[in-house]
């Protein structure tokens, strides 16, 4: 039986910046010109002063576990080989807050408040997914 193929993200033309960033290895968020608070989703406006004045910048990286869980069963599907894995808020250095996969550990010793950091993971020629490792 054929394993069916990971789905791939969706790009709206404000979101594109972020995904072209992600493919050179750089995490990225958009920031308010008018009253500096960053944000993530990527958005047309500000969601706080509703400016439409806002740009992209360069993120740490480093972020903390807010929330996760550990997905053991998830057949069928295309994540199948790779259950477990862990799917998690992350609260970045920033204050954003960003849903991803924690790798590069056992699933089972992530903890809440945990601090990890991006690496980004080809999913193929058009997107690399940014992923969080523990530091």
């Not at 500096?36 to 360069?58: A, G, N, Q, T, V």
């Not at 576990?65 to 920033?94: G, H, K």
Request: proline share 10%.
């Amino acid at each position: 039986m054929d394993r069916p193929k990971k789905p791939a993200p969706i790009v709206n033309d404000w979101a594109r910046p972020f995904w072209e960033a992600a493919r050179q290895g750089k995490l990225t968020i958009q920031q308010c010109k008018d009253c500096k608070k960053p944000i993530f989703y990527p958005r047309l406006c500000c969601p706080h002063c509703f400016s439409e004045d806002i740009h992209w910048i360069e993120a740490s990286g480093k972020a903390t576990v807010y929330s996760y869980t550990v997905v053991e069963n998830n057949a069928p599907s295309a994540f199948i080989a790779d259950m477990p894995y862990v799917v998690a808020v992350v609260r970045l250095e920033e204050g954003v807050q960003m849903l991803s996969n924690i790798v590069g550990c056992d699933p089972y010793e992530v903890k809440c408040d945990m601090p990890v950091q991006v690496t980004f993971e080809k999913l193929d020629e058009e997107f690399t997914l940014p992923k969080f490792k523990p530091i």
